[in-house]
Every structure is written in structure tokens, then in C-alpha cells.
């Protein structure tokens, strides 16, 4: 019986990129769906458990992508509410690689500090979805969380929805200039940058002069990058003391993890993968 991957994309194409690290990752066949809605979710699900017994269900999955986070959630949410009893089949959200992405930068940020419990993190521009995820998951590692906005009602926001969806607490700072910046980053171990593209959140001659920071991970590859002096490709390159990680070098983790992640799909039929599920696969990955 052949692994089946129901692709869901909520975008006029869907994506690429996902279909190509599904078959990487095991799937056989690809049902890839564009344009979704909420409305589409319930009889494109009852296409996939109606069609195989509960002891065959295995063979059966969903991966949730495409480019809104916002509207992915909601697809995730409304594909979890169809199922009922054994009518099940396990299902991946990762929309835009949110969750590979955040889980794979947090592991490498906890792999380097040998733990986060009581250590101080700062994720700088953290209200995005890889921001949002990569402060939720170091927050349940018992990581002392700072996260920044240039606007302190979107710092606000994102702290609200950090504890309604992972229950932790964290700092918000409104951050504008280099000296906001210091100070949000004062007595912090390692910092994330997860700004938009293209923006310098990080002075390369202000994190050289921190000597507590000891982990810099940028997940911005498009130049100039998110903080200054780290190269895309560094993983885990050593500058007087500290740990740096470029987009690149955080991404090849990501792809093991996106791949991993659909391999185990398929190996039950009630799996649910999402933040703290890929995060957990990450860590696997590191050893950790």
C-alpha cells in the first residue's frame, strides 16, 4: 500500500518546495491541493479516511503548508476537527516552515548553551511566526525569554499570544535603536534574529562587545542579513568566544527535521505534528 501525503496549500500553486522534501521524506504519492479554504477542509479529509480501513490509516497523511501562517493555522485547526474515533490520520503543520524552522534554530541555541533552563535568550524581532515559535519553544526549555518589536503593542501582542498558546511568559521590549537593542540584550546568553528579510537587526561592534553573549542565529538569508558579520553558511562557527549561526547553516537541520518529520507520518495514523512535536524531532537530531 502505497504512503499517501494529502497536501493542503491555501496559495494560488502549491508549494514546490514541500512536495519535493514530502518525496524526500517517504511520501509516494502527493494529492497536492491549492487554493484551500476552510469550507474545502472537511471533504478533502473524508477523502482520506474513508478510503482505508482504520488498520491501513498508516499508510495515510496531511501536511499543511503555504506562504500565510495565519491562514495555515486555520486550515490546522479545521482538519483536526474532522476527525472522530479511529478516523484519523496523522498530520504535519509547517506553513512557510515556520515550525522546522523555529524548532531547528531553538535545538541549535540549546545544543550550544548545553541547556537553556535559567539561561537569558533574546529573540529580536520575535513577533513573526518563526519568532513566535522559536520564544515559545526556548520558553518551555526554562529559557529566560526577551522579545522585541520596534512597536511595544505588537511586543504586547506577541507575549499574550505566547502564553494563550504555550502557556510561558516572556518579556516584551520595544527595541529601535543600538542602544534599545544593548539593553534588551543585557545579561543575555544568546540572541535569535528573526526579523524580515533584509533588515540589519544585530551591529556586528555591538555583539562583539558583549561578552556574556556566547550564541548568535540568524534565520534571515537575504542580504544585508539580520545580524551583521555572520555569514549565511556558519554553523556553528567560532568568533572571540561565540557560537554563530547563519540561515543556511540553521536550515540544514530544518530539512532533516521537515524530512524526518514526514518519514513519521506514516508510521501512525493519529500523530499530530506541530511546534512542539517538530521540536521535540530537532533536538533528536542533536542528540539532545
Same mark, same amino acid.
Given at each position: 500500500?502505497?504512503?499517501?501525503?494529502?497536501?493542503?496549500?491555501?496559495?494560488?500553486?502549491?508549494?514546490?518546495?514541500?512536495?519535493?522534501?514530502?518525496?524526500?521524506?517517504?511520501?509516494?504519492?502527493?494529492?497536492?491541493?491549492?487554493?484551500?479554504?476552510?469550507?474545502?477542509?472537511? /471533504?478533502?479529509?473524508?477523502?482520506?479516511?474513508?478510503?482505508? /480501513?482504520?488498520?491501513?490509516?498508516?499508510?495515510?497523511?496531511?501536511?499543511?503548508? /503555504?506562504?500565510?501562517?495565519?491562514?495555515?493555522?486555520?486550515?490546522?485547526?479545521?482538519?483536526?476537527?474532522?476527525?472522530? /474515533?479511529?478516523?484519523?490520520?496523522?498530520?504535519?503543520?509547517?506553513?512557510?516552515?515556520?515550525?522546522?524552522?523555529?524548532?531547528?534554530?531553538?535545538?541549535?541555541?540549546?545544543?550550544?548553551?548545553?541547556?537553556?533552563?535559567?539561561?537569558?535568550?533574546?529573540?529580536?524581532?520575535?513577533?513573526?511566526?518563526?519568532?513566535?515559535?522559536?520564544?515559545?519553544?526556548?520558553?518551555?526549555?526554562?529559557?529566560?525569554?526577551?522579545?522585541?518589536?520596534?512597536?511595544?503593542?505588537?511586543?504586547?501582542?506577541?507575549?499574550?499570544?505566547?502564553?494563550?498558546?504555550?502557556?510561558?511568559?516572556?518579556?516584551?521590549?520595544?527595541?529601535?535603536?543600538?542602544?534599545?537593542?544593548?539593553?534588551?540584550?543585557?545579561?543575555?546568553?544568546?540572541?535569535?534574529?528573526?526579523?524580515?528579510?533584509?533588515?540589519?537587526?544585530?551591529?556586528?561592534?555591538?555583539?562583539?562587545?558583549?561578552?556574556?553573549?556566547?550564541?548568535?542565529?540568524?534565520?534571515?538569508?537575504?542580504?544585508?542579513?539580520?545580524?551583521?558579520?555572520?555569514?549565511?553558511?556558519?554553523?556553528?562557527?567560532?568568533?572571540?568566544?561565540?557560537?554563530?549561526?547563519?540561515?543556511?547553516?540553521?536550515?540544514?537541520?530544518?530539512?532533516?527535521?521537515?524530512?524526518?518529520?514526514?518519514?513519521?507520518?506514516?508510521?501512525?495514523?493519529?500523530?499530530?505534528?506541530?511546534?512542539?512535536?517538530?521540536?521535540?524531532?530537532?533536538?533528536?537530531?542533536?542528540?539532545?
Amino acid at each position: 500500500m502505497k504512503k499517501v501525503l494529502l497536501q493542503l496549500d491555501p496559495d494560488g500553486q502549491p508549494s514546490v518546495f514541500d512536495a519535493v522534501t514530502a518525496i524526500d521524506g517517504g511520501a509516494e504519492v502527493i494529492l497536492r491541493h491549492s487554493g484551500v479554504a476552510v469550507d474545502d477542509v472537511e /471533504g478533502l479529509i473524508f477523502g482520506a479516511i474513508f478510503t482505508r /480501513g482504520p488498520e491501513d490509516l498508516h499508510n495515510s497523511a496531511v501536511f499543511i503548508g /503555504g506562504s500565510s501562517v495565519v491562514t495555515g493555522e486555520a486550515l490546522f485547526e479545521a482538519v483536526k476537527k474532522v476527525f472522530f /474515533g479511529p478516523l484519523r490520520v496523522a498530520v504535519m503543520f509547517d506553513a512557510n516552515g515556520c515550525n522546522t524552522t523555529a524548532a531547528a534554530a531553538a535545538a541549535k541555541i540549546a545544543q550550544s548553551l548545553d541547556g537553556l533552563s535559567g539561561r537569558k535568550v533574546t529573540v529580536l524581532s520575535g513577533t513573526g511566526p518563526v519568532g513566535l515559535r522559536g520564544a515559545g519553544l526556548l520558553a518551555l526549555e526554562g529559557a529566560s525569554v526577551c522579545l522585541t518589536s520596534r512597536c511595544a503593542d505588537r511586543a504586547a501582542d506577541a507575549a499574550s499570544k505566547l502564553q494563550e498558546r504555550f502557556g510561558v511568559e516572556v518579556e516584551p521590549m520595544t527595541v529601535s535603536t543600538a542602544e534599545e537593542t544593548a539593553r534588551a540584550l543585557k545579561d543575555a546568553e544568546a540572541v535569535l534574529a528573526a526579523g524580515a528579510s533584509g533588515v540589519t537587526l544585530l551591529p556586528e561592534s555591538l555583539w562583539k562587545g558583549l561578552p556574556g553573549l556566547r550564541v548568535l542565529a540568524d534565520v534571515n538569508a537575504v542580504p544585508p542579513l539580520g545580524i551583521e558579520g555572520v555569514k549565511s553558511h556558519w554553523d556553528g562557527r567560532e568568533i572571540e568566544g561565540k557560537i554563530l549561526f547563519g540561515a543556511l547553516g540553521i536550515g540544514g537541520l530544518k530539512m532533516k527535521v521537515h524530512k524526518g518529520v514526514v518519514a513519521r507520518l506514516f508510521r501512525s495514523n493519529d500523530a499530530i505534528f506541530d511546534a512542539e512535536e517538530i521540536y521535540a524531532v530537532a533536538k533528536e537530531h542533536l542528540g539532545l
